[in-house]
């Protein structure tokens, strides 16, 4: 270690007497890495790193320069990169979006950014006609390595038309990649993985999440650190029942696991990160391992991300269940505005553990008639 | 009912900036965007004299002109003079202050409980923009259809929503006019014809060309009795979404009633209007699909009045839409979690300045139509009528967990059949009140 820190500096020019110094440096360098990180700080060093290390980078969206991002997703990009590579857009999503394909078809690389993602749907024939489906339309000739990220989900209290969640709508296309981050390492990497894929992306975060910290490892910190997309993480090993879920979900998911843990049931936790491709090798593998399922998300059940993961299950594991396959999602209701009927219509921390319960003791059940 | 503006003067308030564009004759002249009120605290200070007898709405349908205001100052005192001249009659007055009063009050209000947590989510004031709302909305029957934005508190209680029914919406009680489930952004009734509150810029704007739709079918396939006209309130920023453009183009294609009403306040979020329009003079793409296009002072009332007044007699008489562009000012944040860092103060100082409330008390005062008495016992009407929308809406109940799955259809059968056999929707225990459906 250390001779790898003296040839590090002799290449950078310092001469030998500092070396202690430099130690030092990098020691202390070393344990304040082991810091934490917004969501919000972690896309934004994201994007800026792409941006700076790669000219053809550019972001597109509304509010995005002068007011330093709707959300301050994109703080300071337009002092660092000029108004050509972040660009304040006018109202109007179906025209930025397909400038923004347009621009991909000829080798830039856009980051287009939508205030949230329900105004996505005033672009999505961009989305799906003009960018998803291109590669295969034209036979590999046109690639489109575009980007469209933005708040998904249910916010607070902000409406019907405001709270949709569009995971299942996207991951239903062939040719998009759909990702879902939910800490700042998975918003760095899955984000800096996206900006590099050739692919057209639709990166789905979340507004309550953006202010959350999590604490964040060195190598994340490292600018070339980047993901794997369509690989998901076991945040939480267990043996009893998998649960898996994205974005804010892993969130109450991960909380749920501490609360049945008290009551003696391990549950393993499965943060899906990628939408699409869905890792289904991994799901799969833990069902395998703890026999049951339990789904969660916070979209609308009919056709949602878990429907299809319940399909895979049943497809691939189904003599290893051992209890039918829970699934937990949004009520089948339009958002409500009133605050006690949302908080219903979300699902909370006390469904997922009833949930989890509920597929643990089904079976005890049937071994008791048995 | 007769219309002052076709043979009169418009009586100008007497405040020194009152801002119009001219094109009397000639066509051509165009405005250099830098006289247009941008991001820059300049005052435009030309004023123009215009020929004001003939009513140009009636004579050149798809000619570009504008609103005169003559601010020269021997017109004005003679007209205070003559009562005749004047626009409103006391009552009127009087009408038109209270509205405009209401919607500031109701607006205040709305402030102060958002910032004691009774309100949440996203909340957006119309304060300083009253004129354009009060303006319009008072010359509307019950019938004729208003949609609006998500700044759409005010359009509803000018339309006469009661204040009780907003303010429990906003509270997300089930007493509000959508039971709670629509909020601030979302107010609809069916009652007083309110069609909403979209979130979505741009959304309103096929609906109410759907509304005159159906007015124009009414009258022409069921062969009803029916005048009904419809007013669609959206923003600057809104002229520049695609949606808009369709819907000018097809309104005026089949001569739909309606009229668009642009309320310019020159920012959308933290976007300026100059910065995000090619061609920030929104009146001109009137002209362009067919139809008038009239730029006013949108912080003067009466001024708005009369153009209102014009454009939707043209609609009730079947001659098809109107584009008009009123120039006005929002002078709060975009909502009340937006930190407003970009705006100039000076321009907001300007518009300050021109408040529509002070500005029609003034009028009032100078041509004696009311007393200060008059109006303070309006004001004190208002703030007891706000204090009591408050109350009503803070003792209300929140909506019951069985109200989660209702309303989803207006058949519930949608809901589908159940494990029993039978229509979910008719087993009891359904809006019982677990989400699981």
Redesign the interface.
């Given at each position: 270690m250390l001779r790898i820190i003296k040839q590090r500096l002799a290449y950078n020019g310092l001469p030998a007497p500092t070396l202690e110094q430099g130690i030092r440096v990098i020691a202390s360098r070393a344990y304040s890495t082991a810091k934490e990180m917004t969501v919000r700080e972690a896309l934004n060093s994201a994007i800026d790193e792409e941006m700076s290390a790669d000219p053809k980078v550019f972001i597109m969206g509304?509010?995005v320069g002068?007011?330093q991002g709707?959300y301050k997703i994109s703080k300071g990009l337009l002092d660092k990169y000029g108004p050509e590579r972040v660009l304040?857009?006018?109202?109007?999503e179906?025209?930025f979006a397909g400038i923004g394909v347009g621009a991909a078809y000829y080798g830039l690389r856009p980051v287009i950014e939508f205030m949230t993602f329900?105004?996505s749907m005033?672009a999505i024939d961009h989305i799906i006609n003009s960018a998803a489906k291109s590669n295969y339309m034209s036979a590999g000739q046109i690639s489109v390595p575009i980007v469209f990220r933005g708040p998904n989900g249910a916010?607070?209290?902000?409406?019907?038309?405001?709270s949709h969640c569009y995971a299942a709508w996207y991951s239903s296309c062939p040719g998009l990649k759909v990702l879902a981050p939910y800490s700042s390492e998975d918003a760095r990497g899955l984000l800096k993985a996206a900006i590099r894929d050739p692919d057209p992306v639709v990166f789905l975060e979340n507004e309550l999440l953006y202010g959350e910290s999590f604490p964040v490892s060195a190598e994340a910190l490292d600018s070339s650190f980047c993901l794997p997309i369509g690989k998901a993480k076991i945040e939480r090993e267990g043996k009893d029942v998998t649960i898996t879920a994205f974005s804010k979900m892993v969130g109450y998911a991960l909380q749920a696991a501490e609360i049945l843990a008290k009551e003696g049931i391990n549950a393993e936790v499965i943060n899906l990160r990628s939408i699409r491709p869905l890792d289904r090798s991994t799901i799969n593998a833990s069902v395998r391992k703890t026999n049951r399922l339990v789904t969660i998300e916070e979209g609308f059940?009919q056709h949602g991300v878990g429907a299809e993961i319940c399909a895979s299950i049943l497809e691939e594991s189904f003599e290893y269940l051992d209890a039918p396959v829970e699934r937990i999602a949004g009520?089948?209701?339009?958002m409500?505005?009133?605050?006690?009927?949302e908080r219903?219509?979300v699902p909370q921390i006390e469904?997922i553990v009833r949930a989890a319960k509920r597929a643990c003791y089904k079976s005890s059940l049937l071994a008791a008639t048995a | 009912m007769a219309c002052s503006a076709t043979a009169q003067i418009i009586q100008p308030l007497s405040i020194n900036s009152a801002r119009s564009v001219d094109n009397s004759d000639a066509c051509t002249k165009t405005l250099s965007p830098s006289s247009f009120l941008g991001s820059t605290p300049r005052i435009n200070k030309k004023l123009f004299a215009v020929n004001k007898s003939i009513s140009p709405l009636a004579r050149r349908p798809t000619t570009v002109f504008a609103v005169s205001s003559d601010v020269v100052k021997e017109k004005k005192l003679k007209s205070n003079s003559s009562l005749s001249n004047l626009l409103i009659t006391k009552k009127e007055g009087l009408e038109l202050y209270e509205d405009m009063y209401l919607g500031r009050a109701f607006e205040d209000m709305c402030a102060q409980m958002y910032y004691r947590g009774k309100m949440f989510g996203f909340v957006h004031l119309y304060n300083g923009q009253e004129a354009v709302s009060t303006g319009f909305i008072k010359l509307l029957k019950k019938e004729d259809y208003v949609v609006s934005t998500y700044r759409d508190h005010v359009h509803s209680l000018s339309k006469g929503v009661p204040a009780r029914e907003v303010m429990s919406e906003l509270f997300g009680k089930t007493t509000g006019c959508c039971r709670g489930q629509g909020g601030s952004m979302h107010m609809f009734s069916k009652e007083h014809n309110v069609l909403g509150g979209f979130a979505f810029i741009g959304e309103g704007i096929p609906v109410a060309t759907g509304a005159a739709f159906t007015s124009k079918y009414k009258r022409e396939v069921l062969k009803e009795d029916c005048d009904e006209v419809a007013l669609a309130f959206f923003g600057d920023g809104t002229c520049n979404n695609g949606q808009f453009f369709e819907c000018l183009n097809m309104a005026a294609l089949w001569k739909l009633p309606i009229v668009f009403v642009v309320e310019n306040n020159l920012w959308a979020i933290g976007m300026s209007h100059v910065r995000a329009t090619s061609d920030p003079q929104i009146w001109k793409k009137g002209p362009a699909f067919g139809m008038p296009g009239i730029h006013v002072d949108g912080m003067d009332v009466l001024k708005v009045r009369e153009v209102a007044k014009e454009a939707i007699d043209r609609a009730r008489r079947g001659e098809g839409p109107t584009l008009v562009e009123c120039e006005t000012y929002r002078f709060r944040g975009h909502s009340l979690a937006d930190p407003d860092e970009l705006r100039d103060p000076a321009e907001k100082a300007h518009y300050a300045t021109r408040d529509p409330i002070t500005a029609l008390k003034k009028y009032m005062a100078e041509n004696k139509l009311v007393s200060e008495a008059e109006l303070k016992a309006i004001d004190k009407k208002i703030d007891e009528l706000v204090e009591d929308a408050v109350e009503f809406a803070d003792k209300s109940p929140v909506p019951a967990r069985s109200q989660l799955l209702e309303n989803v259809f207006a058949d519930p059968r949608g809901f589908g059949i159940g494990p029993n056999g039978k229509y979910r929707c008719e087993d009891p225990k359904f809006t019982e009140g677990t989400a699981q459906v």
């Open positions: 509304e509010e002068e007011y709707a304040d857009t006018p109202i109007t179906a025209g329900n105004f005033q916010a607070a209290g902000v409406g019907a038309q405001h059940p009520a089948d209701v339009p409500p505005y009133a605050a006690n009927l219903m219509a469904d | -």
